[in-house]
Structures are given as C-alpha cells and as structure tokens.
DNA sequence: CTAAAAATATACCGATTGGTATATTGTGAT
DNA sequence: ATCACAATATACCAATCGGTATATTTTTAG
C-alpha cells in the first residue's frame, strides 16, 4: 500500500463518522482538514471533491455494519441463525453504532434529498440490497419448510428492516437502549411464530 | 390578525415543507427569501434568527400531524380504535407526508446533532409525548379489560412507533408505499393479538 | 388626512463555504 | 546521494453564509 492510499484510507476513516453525525452539508472541508490534520491541498489530492469523499465515506461505513453481519452468518445455514445474527449483532454494537452517528442508511436516506443524487442512489442500493437478504434468507426458510408456507417473505422484510431501523432511531434520539431492545424483543417473537 | 401576524404565519408556512425537506443546516436563509419572496430585512424583522423560524417551521409540521390524528380521535372511548386511528391517518396522509418532505419527526431526529439543542430538545419532547400517548391507550386498553394483562405498554410503544417512522423511511426511500403498508399490517395483527 | 410607528427593502458586514493554482516538501527507485 | 515525481502545504479565489444598520415604504391610530 502506497503512502497516498495510505492517506486516502486514514482520510476515509476519520472523516466517516463526522460525514455520518454530521451530514453531507453539515459537514465542511474545514472539519475534514481539523479531524485529519490535513490541509485542503492533501485532501483535493486524495478526492476529486467533497461528493467523492462522501461517498467513499458512506461506502466505508455501510461496509462495517455489513461485515459484521457477515461475518458472524458464516457456515449458518438454519434461517432463524440468519435471522437472529441481525438482532443479537444489533443488540451488541448499539452503543458503537450511535458513537459512529448513528445507523449511516438511516442518517443517509433522511439527510439526502434530491439535490444529492449520487449519495441518494447509494442508500437506495444499500436499502434494496438489505430487504433482498433478510426476504431471501425468509424465503429459502419456506422453501425448506423452516418457516410456515403462509409466511409473507417481503412483508416480513418490511417488519424486519423498519424494527431495527425505527428501534435504533428512538433509541439513539431518546438515549435509551430499551427501546431498541422491545424492537428486537418483536422480532425474535416473529421469527418463532413463522417456524414450523 | 394584524400584518405582521399574517406575514409571520405566511413565512412558517412555506418555509416549514423546506426545513422538513432540507434540513436546518442544508435551508440558507436565500431559500427562505427565495421561497416567500421576501428580503431578508423582513425575514429578520419577524424573526431573531434562522433558529427561532426552524423551531417555529418544526412546531408547524408537527402540529400539522398532531391535529390530523386529535381530529380523528374525537370522542373515540375504545382504546382499539384510537390505535387504529394512527394506522388509518398514516396510510392516508402517506403521500401528502412524503410531498411535504417526510416524518419531521424522523427527519429532525436524524438532522440535528447535538450541535443544534433547540430543535433537539423540542424532537425529544414531540418523541417522548407521542410514546407516552401510545403507551397511555394501552395501559387503559389494559386497565379496562380491553386488551390481556400481559401486554407490556411501553414495549408496544416502542414497536407501534418504530413500525410507523421505519415504514414512512423505507417508503419514502424506495418510492413505494408498499412498505409502510406492510408495517400497518403488522401494526393490526399487533392490536388483534392483544384484545381480549 | 396626518403623523407616529411598524413592517419591509436595500446595502452592506465579516466569516466561511467549496475549490484551485502554485509552491514546497517527502518518497522511492536508480 | 541524486533526481524525478508524487504528495502535501500555502495562498488565494469567487460565491455564499447568517446577520445587521439604515433607509424606505406601509400600516394603523388619532
């Protein structure tokens, strides 16, 4: 690894979290060069401009939240283990997700409108891709009759995704763990009641 | 209504869909111009600063949502069909909630950081009182008979809120109301599976 | 109708924004 | 050790930011 990758990676890293407290506009080139303690011609060297960093931001911290999932669903091959990775991972780095600023698709899809096309498609990627897994692992169960034929596999991803979302949401702004603990709580409750 | 009133309410009122859409940090006061078509000597004339009109524009959007379900409340005494009430508005008003730039609630949440404690403190109260309306039905829902003695108030709170503000990101994210429904859904059995 | 007061517009402020051209420093192969 | 080039720093740009002092217009009370 070069020094100038080097550079762009440990720019990456630092300024993740503040791109995900902060937001795309909340975020300015002065707080990226104080955090660093880089100057702006460092940073115009390693990033053609503030979007590419963005997003190269938001792609480092998806990629966290995504390989600790994947990370502990290796070799698992009952669903409700897939499923239940979810909640027991979430329950676990709650604390260090809010640290980080919170959930970066949550905080990506309700800081970008429009006016920001290239961030919005990639927390629109992130989401599909999210509700594609959690459907399919479902799915997969009710093929192999873990789960019950009239089990719902998008519904069930819709229930899935906004619990943890919304759980995270009240938790984080009310500075309660609870209530992302009652959303969990839910969904192990919807995981047995599906099996067969 | 003297002028002053009027034009204060005109300012909020057009300003209050772009706060909501923008977020604070993201709506410059030349968009505020901009939008009523007004100077900024008459924009600071009616307020001390950018923060007393987003706190303002914040407590127009919520009380907006806030009158949609008291109006619809109106003499309700069965604790089933106040809840009902929520999932009844949310799939009606989902549209109009998504053109004027979504949840402010969810939205704010999400915006502010620490760095802004007007609006956070007022997104907090807006959370807590919402909660503890919910959570206020169920317990008279209990109280009453209506609903088992083993419901626990406050977890279905937190699931009753979360499937809402989850369902209204992911909607409005993936542009398809199929999401919020399908937490409405869940949102129903939730209620049924409670009565007595 | 008039005069005082309130509301709005104009013109400006220093600070900060994202971004760039250029100078300086540091790296790494020979 | 040197030299070419990559990487970083410095200094600057126009534009925009939130905000204000003052001039002008509009409203309202007598």
């Known amino acids: ?3 100038a990758e080097r550079t762009r990676q440990f720019i990456i890293e630092t ?3 503040i791109f995900n407290s902060k937001g795309y506009e909340g975020t300015s080139i002065s707080d990226i060069t104080a955090a660093t303690k880089l100057t702006k011609g460092s940073i115009y060297g390693n990033f053609k401009d503030k979007n590419e960093l963005a997003a190269a931001a938001f792609d480092y911290n998806l990629e966290k939240i995504r390989n600790g999932i ?3 669903s290796l070799g698992l091959k009952d669903p409700t283990e897939q499923l239940l990775v979810y909640v027991d991972f979430y329950a676990d780095v ?3 997700v809010v640290f980080a600023g919170g959930c970066p698709i949550l905080n990506t899809a309700t800081d970008c409108d429009d006016s920001n096309p290239m961030l919005y498609q990639r927390v629109r990627s992130a989401l599909v891709e999210w509700h ?3 459907e399919s692992v479902v799915e997969y169960g009710v093929k192999k009759s873990f789960f019950t034929s009239e089990t ?8 899935f995704l906004s619990l943890i979302e919304g759980g995270v949401l009240l938790s984080k702004t009310l500075n309660n763990k609870r209530h992302l603990m009652s959303n969990l709580n839910l969904i192990r409750k919807m995981i ?4 067969n």
């Open 132 to 134: 594609r897994h959690v």
């Open 152 to 159: 719902n596999p998008g519904e069930f991803a819709d229930n």
């Open 15 to 17: 300024t993740a979290p």
């Open 192 to 195: 047995s009641e599906i099996r």
């Open 94 to 96: 709650f604390e260090k």
């Open 1 to 3: 690894m070069t020094k």
């Open 70 to 72: 994947v990370s502990r």
